[in-house]
């Protein structure tokens, strides 16, 4: 079983400005083996924004290191 990165934890998770506004800011996926690359990650299926990232993750992501 591969393990999963939230898109929450990933360093592809990327903020995406042609898409954000004056009140939020939208994150895509940097990733070009993801299944979710240049999606909106913190957009649900109906169109809602979302403060925080919400997707799930795939199996080409890696774990954020802060600092």
Known sequence: M?????????RYA???K???DNSWTAYECGNPQSEFYK??????PD???LKRI???????????LNG
């Open 2 to 10: 591969d393990k999963q990165i939230k898109c929450i934890s990933c």
């Open 54 to 64: 919400s997707w799930p993750g795939c199996e080409h992501g890696e774990r954020r």
């Open 14 to 16: 990327r903020p995406d």
């Open 47 to 49: 169109g809602n924004k």
């Open 39 to 44: 999606s909106l990650l913190n957009v649900r």
């Open 18 to 20: 042609a898409s954000s």
